[in-house]
């Protein structure tokens, strides 16, 4: 008698997925997966133990948590399913070569992969049209990424914001209606554009009582005097750098400039520029990223900014754009003497540059003796500071128009809560609604920002006014900055001197001295001063008890 072994029932897992929210809205949403998972698992007589949801994840890669669980699953013994069930291959995976390989993963435990709009068997020529057909899913979602892409870069290029939060100091309202679509754009947040500015006149100013800050010393400063976040949270190095550093508050905002898988930077060819509204001038930016670079330890070396030689890091060969580095030697008589020379020449002889050799008593002289009796000079110092003499004047009136409007703002909002008290006090309101006490809290926040936003400038504008600087004041300034570039003894004082010039090029015939407009300027007002910080001290210099609160 032939008896016949009973039928084993096999187990199924479901795996359902959609990338984005607009997805789910469509025929491959996640009840609609799971649906026609049920149906397939019922006809094939599958029994459905567990069901895996991945909702908003992308099939480009396996760094998907309930993906990462299925597949540890099936892979452990015994499997708890013999079967993975997908509403097709491409929302297993997006990526053929990564597809096969999980296949296999599962295969060697015994699960098998299938697909309830593509079924295949397990022969050659179905296992090669699952490639084929992951081949085409990959080429596919490469392409829809790309002109997705390439639509939001021509939004960007239009002006238009393509989502994520906005960068402190905008907020997003609409634009335009296009059809169903509301574009939208950025507009300048009167409640944080203050403090981004604040980070800027720190950096480059100091408060009025110190020099210029460091990124360091500015999140310090910020979260001592509890000026939050935009979130309510406290300040951080990198928050404070990314805003010293970011185009987008001279007007340009940058789309699209990484990579989204490895966050590696792309060419600047790919990049978009989004046109806003500025928040500061070019010039104040601009100046913030040249002492960024000048103190960035990648790319000037700690000796170069704390070392004892008064033109290196600043001194360039004219012929190959090489940096000029200290040399010794030995003369016949026994004594060392001291010269800067080309480095390329040093390194590789006169084939690499034939850049010359200048002895370093008398190049540092020279750029001494120039800034002094050319530079230093009052008719030369008012040709050069006249225009900028008056951005500052326009500088501070927009201040004071931008404290007017926050006064303006505090007027309006303190009678907005008076209002509202009237109401409560008259029966006409009541205090316990939800509703009234946010928008009470509202108010106050936004009263309390702009009170804040005006202490801020009000300071900076008395700390301007302080410091102001006029063609008759300029005479006594040159004097006072003509002898703060010399020390006792014959030395010269380094951070003056690089206040000054930021770049000295040695040519055979003559010497080249470039410097900074906004620079000098700042050099002259702390020159008037009796503290000298406001030259500034580079970060790679130790400062010791800067506030006698410490080490004592």
Not at 40 to 64: I, K, M, P
Not at 115 to 141: C, K, N, W
Not at 399 to 424: F, M
Not at 429 to 452: H, N, P, Y
């Amino acid at each position: 008698m032939n008896i016949q072994s009973p039928h084993v029932v096999q187990r199924a897992a479901l795996y359902l997925r959609v990338s984005t929210t607009r997805q789910a809205e469509h025929d491959v949403s996640i009840p609609d997966q799971r649906k026609q998972g049920e149906t397939y698992c019922t006809s094939r007589g599958y029994q459905l133990v567990e069901t895996f949801v991945e909702a908003g994840a992308s099939a480009t890669n396996d760094r998907r948590p309930e993906f990462q669980r299925m597949i540890e699953a099936g892979t452990s013994k015994p499997a708890p399913f013999d079967v993975v069930v997908v509403h097709s291959f491409s929302r297993f995976f997006r990526d053929h070569f990564e597809l096969e390989f999980y296949v296999r993963k599962l295969a060697k435990n015994g699960v098998k992969l299938v697909s309830i709009t593509q079924e295949m068997g397990d022969d050659p020529m179905h296992v090669m049209m699952r490639q084929i057909m992951a081949l085409f899913d990959e080429y596919q979602s490469k392409e829809n990424a790309k002109h997705v892409l390439r639509a939001m870069n021509e939004n960007a290029r239009q002006g238009f914001w393509n989502g994520a939060l906005p960068p402190i100091g905008y907020r997003i309202v609409a634009a335009e209606q296009r059809g169903s679509k509301t574009k939208k754009k950025l507009e300048i947040d009167p409640l944080h554009a203050e403090t981004v500015r604040l980070i800027y006149r720190l950096f480059l100013e100091g408060d009025g009582k110190t020099g210029p800050l460091g990124v360091k010393a500015i999140t310090c400063y910020l979260n001592e005097r509890r000026i939050f976040t935009r979130d309510g949270g406290r300040w951080g190095l990198a928050q404070i750098h990314a805003i010293l550093t970011r185009t987008t508050y001279i007007g340009e905002h940058r789309f699209n400039t990484r990579l989204h898988k490895n966050r590696e930077k792309k060419p600047e060819s790919e990049v978009a520029i989004m046109a806003v509204p500025p928040l500061l001038d070019r010039e104040t930016f601009e100046s913030v990223q040249a002492k960024l670079k000048s103190r960035n330890p990648m790319l000037v070396p700690a000796r170069v900014t704390s070392g004892p030689t008064l033109l290196t890091g600043i001194c360039f060969c004219s012929k190959c754009g090489g940096a000029m580095t200290l040399r010794t030697g030995r003369g016949s008589a026994g004594g060392t003497y001291r010269y800067y020379t080309c480095s390329t020449k040093a390194r590789q002889g006169k084939t690499g540059c034939e850049g010359r050799s200048f002895p370093m008593d008398k190049l540092d002289d020279l750029v001494a003796s120039h800034l002094e009796e050319r530079l230093l000079q009052p008719k030369r110092l008012v040709t050069i500071l006249i225009s900028l003499l008056g951005r500052r004047e326009e500088r501070a009136e927009r201040r004071r128009e931008h404290l007017a409007e926050l006064n303006r703002r505090i007027t309006e909002t303190d009678q907005r809560l008076n209002r509202l008290y009237d109401a409560i006090e008259a029966g006409l309101a009541d205090l316990s609604d939800s509703v009234l006490k946010e928008r009470m809290a509202g108010l106050k926040a936004i009263r309390d920002q702009a009170l804040a936003d005006a202490d801020r400038t009000q300071a900076t504008l008395d700390s301007a006014g302080n410091q102001a600087i006029t063609v008759d004041m300029i005479d006594a300034l040159a004097a006072e900055a003509r002898n703060g570039l010399r020390l006792e003894g014959g030395g010269y004082r380094r951070d003056h001197l690089r206040a000054l010039a930021q770049r000295v090029e040695v040519a055979d015939t003559e010497i080249r001295i470039m410097g900074s407009k906004s620079e000098l300027l700042r050099t002259l007002v702390a020159a008037s001063s009796v503290k000298s910080a406001a030259f500034g001290v580079h970060s790679s210099v130790l400062k010791w008890r800067t506030r006698q609160d410490s080490n004592l």
